[in-house]
């Protein structure tokens, strides 16, 4: 690897000792140099904003600005930077927020040198690299995940459908024939089904989710 092709790595961890280790080992390990580091996220971004970096080396627990957030705000800065997430931490939801926010890896923190320094490679020339907890993590979220609404009733479904298309808790219960009060009793459990807060986010759910028919 030519001096120009050098990948160049910043270091991104709030445990100094951690960050001495990494650079230690980057620097056994030819044509990759540790251009830089930082003791959280907020850092990490602007030295990124700043500074030429082709990897970062991302912990995904710190205080203030975490991994997810940070990597998210690095990939925002259009560069051609990628993130590998390092980490001891393989539970489904970090795994799921750092590669929705951008990650292009997500390896745990007994990683090999030989495989960590594979994983910087693959990551400059745009390959993913998954530790197997990580993979297993995002498998059993993939079987664990129900579609959202699945559990709604026919008649919250039915509510539901008039509540999109703009009826007000009046004209609903006139409607299916139906009190107030249980009108207000379908409403509360739609919301809980649905994880909405509001009436205006339960509709936008079930629009998005294609829960109910746009006609009546």
């Not at 912990?59 to 925002?76: C, P």
């Amino acid at each position: 690897m030519i001096e120009s092709q050098r990948i160049r790595v910043l270091i991104v961890d709030d445990h100094a000792l951690v960050r001495s280790g990494l650079k230690n080992f980057i620097y056994s390990f030819e044509g990759i140099d540790c251009v830089g580091e930082a003791s959280n996220g907020a850092e990490a971004v602007a030295f990124c904003a700043t500074h030429p970096v082709d990897v970062v080396l991302m912990d995904m627990i710190m205080s203030g600005m975490d991994g997810s957030e940070a990597t998210q705000r690095i990939i925002a800065l259009g560069t051609p930077v990628k993130v590998i997430i390092l980490t001891s931490f393989h539970e489904e939801d970090l795994v799921e927020k750092a590669l929705k926010a951008g990650a292009t890896s997500y390896l745990l923190k007994n990683v090999s040198a030989a495989d960590l320094a594979a994983a910087i490679q693959a990551a400059y020339a745009g390959r993913s690299t998954l530790a197997q907890e990580a993979a297993e993590a995002l498998i059993h979220a993939t079987r664990q995940k129900p579609d959202v609404g699945f559990d709604l009733t026919e008649r919250e479904r039915e509510v539901l459908m008039l509540l999109v298309h703009g009826k007000s808790n009046t004209e609903i219960a006139a409607q299916l024939l139906i009190s107030l009060g249980t009108v207000k009793f379908h409403l509360t459990n739609i919301y809980s089904k649905l994880g909405a807060r509001s009436r205006v986010e339960a509709v936008t759910l079930a629009l998005e989710h294609h829960l109910v028919s746009k006609n009546l």
